[in-house]
């Protein structure tokens, strides 16, 4: 099984896309049921459900006819500002107005992305398609049906599973955000035990379940002086936070952002960028920072659960994804997508926003899927003993 071991070549050691426009907040749909089953059961076309690219279907047509007959679509974790999603979205419902998209908990970690899965197997609430953190990803493809889109051998051979089962789509890079008018200045981990910050300070989510606190945890460990085979610092850390008082383990959402529940949050550069935009029309002024000496990066992945109630929609989903037009959403979005460099060479990336990104600052850290495994269970075992639910 091949895992991110590798960057993609090029264009993210060279350049992360921080668009200067991000994108607004908001996200609409329904909650996926993450405890009991709530959809009607549901009979797929084996044909669909068996395909493993597009010559499965025959052409493009083909797939689009068996996806529109089907007329449905169900995504989860897809918050509308989290990498410009609502664009993305927005953009497939335009190109195919008869396929419904039903948007699940677009909250959900990326292992309640899963849990709905196993919940609603079998019935039409399941998520027909998944948004992954590698950890979660390398650590359920039981779960994936295997399928190789168009621009396989556009996607570098060190960011996809051989068999096809996930496959990278993009990432940023772990940042710290805060309110500046609120807190000051953060030039250090140490800042954050002062009392200023109390219960406010929080990772999007626990680690050894979200990818974006799994990197955020990473980002601490890099700044207390560990490494990928030592996270021990970055949890020392967060028991000192912690018994210092100022660690929170709410959720993080645009709403605890605006009412200023958590003001200060480990989180991607892309959301960062969505949260300093929509908070600037509050009159907020928040700020993020990369630092040098931590420059965790990780590609999240996707992935087509092997019970979708509507496998050739899902197919279809993950085509349009890998497309242009949604790879240059997802850039205008402050992400850097995985064809970045493809796109690059054959004259397809939009050059307007390209030209708006920033450089990464220091040698990326980058954990394989063996690494995250390793710290993933070390954290299962460790997490709650030592911080709590």
């Known amino acids: ?31 996926a049921s993450g405890d009991s089953a709530s959809g009607k059961a549901v009979k797929v076309n084996e044909k669909s459900a068996a395909a493993t690219s597009l010559a499965d279907f025959g052409t493009m047509a083909d797939l689009e006819k068996a996806a529109k007959e089907e007329g449905a679509l169900n995504v989860i974790a897809l918050p509308h500002d989290w990498s410009n999603y609502g664009e993305v979205i927005d953009g497939f419902k335009k190109k195919y107005p008869e396929i419904k998209i039903t948007e699940l908990n677009p909250n959900a970690s990326s292992k309640e ?11 039409d609430a399941a998520p027909d398609v998944f948004d992954l953190g590698l950890s979660v990803a390398d650590s359920s493809t039981d779960y994936f049906a295997p399928y190789k889109v168009q621009a396989w051998d556009s996607i570098p051979e060190s960011a996809k599973n051989a068999d096809g089962l996930y496959y990278a789509d993009y990432t940023g890079i772990m940042a710290i955000g805060w ?5 000051g200045d953060i030039s250090s981990l140490d800042d954050l035990l002062d009392p200023k910050f109390a219960g406010t300070v929080a990772l999007n989510g626990k680690p050894a379940e979200a990818g974006s606190a799994f990197n955020g945890f990473l980002m601490v460990n890099a700044l207390s002086g560990g490494d990928l085979d030592n996270t021990q610092p970055s949890l020392d850390f967060f028991k000192k936070l912690k018994d210092a008082g100022n660690l929170t383990q709410i959720d993080v959402t645009n709403a605890t952002i605006d009412s200023g529940q958590t003001g200060v949050v480990f989180d991607w550069s892309y959301n960062q960028a969505s949260y300093q935009s929509s908070l600037k029309e509050q009159g907020v002024n928040w700020q993020y920072k990369t630092f040098p000496k931590a420059q965790v990066v990780s590609y999240y992945n996707q992935a087509i659960n092997k019970d979708a109630p509507h496998p050739a929609a899902a197919r279809l989903w993950e085509e349009y994804l890998y497309s242009a037009d949604a790879q240059n959403l997802w850039l205008k979005g402050g992400a850097t997508p995985v064809l970045l460099d493809a796109m690059q060479q054959d004259g397809t990336v939009d050059k307007d926003t390209l ?13 394989t899927s063996e690494q995250a495994a390793k710290i993933t269970e070390w954290l299962q075992n460790n997490w709650d003993s030592t911080i709590g639910n």
């Open 355 to 367: 030209a708006k990104s920033v450089k990464l600052e220091g040698d990326p850290i980058n954990a």
């Open 113 to 123: 992305e899963v849990d709905a899965a196993k919940t609603n197997k079998g019935t």
């Open 179 to 183: 309110n500046k008018g609120k807190y």
């Open 1 to 31: 099984m091949n895992s991110l071991q590798k960057l993609a070549a090029g264009s993210l050691a060279a350049v992360l896309a921080l668009s200067m426009a991000a994108c607004g907040s908001g996200s609409g749909g329904t909650a």
